[in-house]
């Protein structure tokens, strides 16, 4: 997944694209260009690594002309190379694209033939090869560009750019998203909303196989059977300030420190100033027989979370997927049950797929999502924001915290609906979560604490995670966070479950980090640690003041939490585990926001 963007302005576009793609950076970081037309003149400039390495770039070569594209890049095909990094050119044509065009291989032998060989090792430079094709043969670029979309297969998110015309672009959009930006005699393009910001807030979002003839004067919108379109436009509200650090070191710090606020919104949106519940109108559990949640990475995580929620609190069937897996699987979905799907950015291709697999299935198609205008939940028959704001770190903190406090009032609207639940006792558990914000803070001030802790985490190769109950979930969580910004491998477990294997791999080298409220299944999980220590295994207990008195001796280290009702644990106790990442991250010097071979938004299969 990439992130593209180009514009049609009347200032010079080189500044313009680098700030979006500054925007769009949480896509990928392998390598970033932009290529412009300058008094009729195509041409770019390409850098390997981060967007501040073509930034220097531009300073000693720089690119006029206010027409251009842009493009920051996640590998798919060929390494990070100069090479490899877009815009592709050939000829008269250059593109940007996001996503994967799946035949290009037959298409690239079909062009060697014509003697057209591609210098890159990547899928995009067949279609700027295919376009000049084309062109070569007398067709216009429009109607060139028409006929290589044509020719592709796969998902794609495409802006092309030609020698010889300023006042052009031409972008389609097929499996992965594309927005237009309207300006005052500007036009944009970009991979989101987010990235125009700075230049528009008059969006219009392309629909599955639509392409768009742009120019200064507008957008002439096509559908997949080219036929005009009428793609309404929308006013967007996009905060820039909350994409800055705000003194933050790192964006994942001002993001975990973010949780209790952004808790606290979510349930004063979604719960009445006497208490109640305030979900939107649709969200009836009346009639459902099971739910389905699909997602991806941490998102899948809160969903198996939140299965505990729906069964134990609503008595509610719920199963878990990962989304990578669900279609492929052909699951057999019941008429009458809900799909949920979970996703911060709302783009994940996995995701994506599988509610449209889901579609004409099941009941209803629901989505919890961080980016209400994006394509999961713009495609859901309804969707409940978590309104947790821009999350830029890679590592997925307040997203998380946020999908589980939704996901949590959802499973006690479910607990009433089906009469599992009576009023006073759908009350608690809001009061519960209402209480949540103010536990947190308290856990942010462990801080200081974890940064010792993590000084030592930061040598060890393997770390455990154990966790019983909703905590194992919360398990899987922890060692993700560790392994995805530290890159020390970590594992999660269902604490019972480690005496079936992995308890193989304790010795005194292996820190293993035990997530144990003192709820009903504290004694066991406390068994399973003394397992661990047993076998000299070095263990971090987090725990509240009672669990720690009464197992504390003897392990490694303790962190000590305040009491929380025991199934909204994993919401409160998320916040050691991401604290817990970060500092060891630190303490190895790792790149924190912007983890190697990772993107914030995966929009490739
Ligand atoms: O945007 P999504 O929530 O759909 O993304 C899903 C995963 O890619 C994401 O949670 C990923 O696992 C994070 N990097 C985890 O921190």
């Not at 007398?138 to 750019?161: K, S």
């Not at 640690?529 to 280290?557: F, P």
């Not at 991401?578 to 490739?604: C, E, F, M, W």
Request: proline share 4%; with cysteine.
């Amino acid at each position: 997944m990439c992130g593209i963007v180009g514009v049609l302005g009347n200032h010079e576009a080189a500044p313009l694209l680098v700030e979006a793609l500054k925007r769009l950076e949480y896509r990928g970081y392998d390598s970033a260009g932009i290529a412009t037309v300058n008094k009729g003149r195509l041409d770019r400039r390409r850098a390997v690594g981060k967007l501040v390495n073509l930034s220097d770039l531009l300073v000693h070569e720089p690119l006029a002309g206010k027409a251009g594209i842009g493009h920051t890049r996640w590998a798919t095909h060929g390494a990070a190379t100069v090479t490899n990094a877009h815009p592709h050119r050939a000829g008269p044509v250059a593109v940007v694209h996001n996503g994967i065009i799946e035949n290009f291989r037959e298409l690239r032998e079909e062009l060697a033939t014509h003697g057209l060989v591609q210098e890159s090792q990547t899928d995009t430079e067949t279609v700027a090869l295919l376009a000049q094709m084309y062109m070569s043969r007398g067709m216009t670029p429009v109607e060139a560009a028409r006929a290589t979309l044509g020719r592709l297969h796969g998902a794609f998110a495409l802006c092309f750019l030609f020698d010889g015309h300023d006042d052009l672009m031409i972008a389609a959009r097929k499996g992965s998203p594309l927005a237009i930006g309207h300006g005052k005699g500007e036009m944009f393009v970009g991979s989101d909303a987010i990235a125009l910001a700075p230049m528009t807030d008059r969006i219009t979002y392309l629909e599955e196989g639509d392409w768009a003839v742009i120019t200064r004067s507008g957008a002439e919108i096509f559908d997949a059977e080219d036929r005009r379109a009428n793609r309404a436009e929308t006013r967007i509200q996009i905060d820039a300030a909350r994409i800055e650090k705000g003194g933050y070191k790192h964006f994942m710090a001002k993001e975990i420190a973010e949780q209790p606020v952004v808790i606290a919104d979510a349930l004063k949106h979604y719960t009445t100033p006497e208490g109640g519940l305030r979900l939107p109108e649709g969200v009836d559990f009346k009639g459902v027989d099971r739910i389905t949640m699909v997602a991806c990475g941490t998102a899948s995580y809160a969903c198996h979370v939140a299965k505990y929620w729906f069964e134990q609190i609503a008595g509610l069937p719920a199963e878990i997927d990962i989304a990578s897996e669900f279609r492929y699987r052909e699951p057999p979905l019941s008429g009458q049950s809900w799909a949920v799907f979970v996703s911060q950015s709302g783009e994940t291709a996995d995701t994506l797929a599988a509610l449209r697999y889901a579609r004409d299935k099941v009941a209803r198609i629901v989505s919890v999502v961080n980016v209400p205008t994006s394509s999961i939940a713009r495609e859901s028959d309804l969707s409940l924001p978590i309104l947790a704001g821009v999350e830029v770190g890679v590592a997925s903190t307040k997203a998380f915290t946020c999908q589980l406090t939704v996901l949590a009032l959802m499973a006690v609207k479910a607990g009433l609906d089906r009469g599992r639940l009576t009023a006073e006792q759908a009350a608690a558990h809001l009061g519960s979560l209402r209480n949540l914000p103010g536990l947190m803070n308290h856990a942010l001030g462990l801080s200081g604490v974890i940064a010792e802790v993590a000084e030592e985490l930061a040598e060890a190769q393997d770390v455990l995670f154990l966790g019983r109950g909703a905590m194992y979930p919360l398990a899987l969580e922890g060692a993700l966070k560790l392994k995805e910004i530290s890159y020390i491998h970590a594992e999660g477990y269902a604490s019972g479950e480690l005496k079936h294997g992995p308890i193989a791999l304790i010795d005194a080298r292996v820190p293993v980090i035990v997530l144990a409220p003192r709820d009903g299944l504290f004694d066991k999980t406390v068994s399973n640690m003394q397992e661990v220590m047993a076998r000299h295994g070095k263990v971090l207990l987090i725990s509240d003041a009672a669990g720690v008195e009464e197992a504390g001796a003897g392990v490694w280290k303790t962190l000590v939490l305040p009491e929380v009702e025991a199934a909204f644990a994993p919401i409160l106790y998320a916040v050691p585990a991401q604290l817990l990442a970060y500092h060891t991250a630190i303490a190895k010097g790792t790149d924190v926001d912007q983890p190697r071979n990772l993107a914030k938004s995966v929009t490739v299969e």
